[in-house]
């Protein structure tokens, strides 16, 4: 099925419950620099930066101003040189300090060396973290394995000054020095070595930069001997990890929801590895662009035919808390899309903890204009989650709580809450209840919500006989 009619048509939000280098700002042209007129204590000038600060600078430093080096050359993290050549088996010291081994990440890497720019770096070898000693502001370092499965030499365990959790950059070096032809040096590592925690290993060699030491932290899964994927992350995505001379997936939020062929967040702190749309071959994945809406994110969902001209695809994707089905989109095709089954209940039905911990809304879109077909979704409720707003048992506004209605806000209204937007940027977290129901569910709610319990119940705010809103005093 090699059609993407999802991806053509006009998105309407519709009520439903439910790693850039820095700026730089040059110096002066240091025209006076040899003449006097700069104060006595300025500090040896770099083109247009200054030597204790390289990463402020597009220039090599260490070339202009041989005397400061950042990161000086054989010390841990820092630069070194060696014959390392690929199909070597034993790393040599080179010119790095005693104890310590220059590990060639760019022949790792399968780069090659590059004789102008060579990616080497020093480490400690460790087998345990008491061999590690402690870092400059006196916390304790950890020995980590950084074996690049593969490889003809292994890096095996070194030392890091710091653990990063899955989907967070690392890197065995910590030399900031700015390289005369790249924009940026190290800037996901910067002045520190990073390594994994728990089974998670770091994928160097990941960005396209001239830095292959960099990566960020994945748990390869799917094949005989993998550890099994930890409960945030639960499911193996097929993604086709090159590790070494192996395949892997990659532990992943989920199948659907949230996600995009890239890092899908406001922050520039993960990768998005673990928020790759899913690869499975046997689901058809299209990325929804939710930045249309003046939403900065992407969602995963899972194309369908029913019924119509060539009914090849059904709903692969399956939930313990809601089937998915297939909602039809164009009769004549009968091309659609995978929803959760259960999302027009009322209050939303939406079950589990989500990838944050915050439970997960029901939320939709609209496919086409005017009388549009509606599509629902089951998505993680988001961190920060915002403050609910109150009303008492007449149905009036007592407090109101965070603006919902702007950006990726709309996901972050707590559970059982959901986003009532005006369509114009504002919005207020609610709790829709029925009329006619458990009277027992307001109370519940606001307890929950922190919201006052006194004389809680479903209070009548429109015309509707049968949907209100929770409000008590």
């Known amino acids: 099925m090699k059609r993407s009619p999802l991806l053509l048509v006009t998105f309407c939000l ?15 042209s240091g025209a006076d620099r040899d003449g006097g007129a700069d104060t006595p204590d300025a500090g040896p000038y770099c083109g247009d930066g200054v030597c204790d600060t390289p990463d402020e600078s597009f220039v090599n430093c260490q070339a202009d101003c041989p005397i400061v080096e950042a990161c000086p050359t054989g010390e841990e993290g820092c630069n070194c040189t060696s014959s390392f050549t690929s199909g070597d088996t034993a790393f040599e010291a080179g010119d790095c300090e005693a104890g310590l081994l220059c590990i060639p990440w760019d022949v790792l890497s399968e780069r090659g060396q590059d004789v102008m720019l060579p990616n080497q770096t020093c480490v400690k070898p460790c087998t345990t973290d008491a061999e590690c000693g402690m870092t400059v502001g006196g916390d304790p370092r950890h020995c980590v394995n950084m074996d690049f499965e593969g490889a003809s030499a292994s890096v095996g365990r070194i030392c890091v000054d710091e653990l990063a959790e899955l989907d967070a ?9 700015v390289l005369v032809n790249t924009m940026g040096a190290r800037l996901r590592t910067r002045g520190t070595q990073v390594g994994c925690a728990g089974d998670a290993v770091c994928r160097f060699n990941l960005f396209d930069t001239l830095n292959p030491d960099e990566g960020a932290c994945v748990q390869p899964c799917g094949r005989p001997g993998d550890a099994a994927c930890p409960a945030a992350f639960p499911y193996c995505n097929p993604i086709g990890l090159a590790v070494g001379t192996s395949t892997a997936g990659v532990c992943s939020v989920g199948r659907l929801g949230f996600g995009s062929p890239s890092n899908w967040t406001e922050a520039d702190d993960t990768a998005g590895l673990t928020t790759f749309c899913d690869a499975d071959t046997a689901a058809d994945i299209v990325v929804l662009d939710l930045n249309v809406l003046d939403i900065p994110a992407f969602l995963c969902v899972e194309e369908c035919n029913e019924g119509g001209t060539s009914p090849d695809a059904p709903c692969v994707s399956t939930d313990a808390t809601n089937p998915v089905v297939c909602q039809v989109l164009d009769a004549d095709t009968g091309d659609g899309v995978c929803i959760h089954s259960d999302t027009d209940a009322f209050p939303d039905s939406c079950g589990g903890d989500g990838a944050f911990g915050n439970g997960r809304g029901e939320w939709g879109v609209q496919f086409g204009e005017d009388d549009g077909i509606p599509a629902r979704w089951c998505v993680d409720r988001l961190d920060p989650l915002l403050l609910p707003s109150a009303f008492d048992s007449a149905g009036n506004l007592s407090t109101q709580g965070d603006n919902c209605g702007r950006d990726l806000d709309v996901f972050r209204c707590p559970e059982p809450s959901f986003c009532a937007g005006d369509g114009q940027g504002g919005g207020l977290c609610l709790t829709g209840c029925l009329l006619q129901e458990d009277p027992t569910y307001c109370e519940d709610a606001h307890t929950a919500l922190g919201l006052g319990t006194t004389n809680a119940g479903c209070v009548m705010t429109g015309t509707s006989t049968v949907v209100g809103l929770c409000g008590g005093d």
């Open 169 to 177: 950059f690392c890197g065995g070096s910590k030399n900031d020095e």
């Open 14 to 28: 519709y009520a439903c419950s439910g790693d850039e280098p820095a700026d730089v700002t040059p110096r002066d």
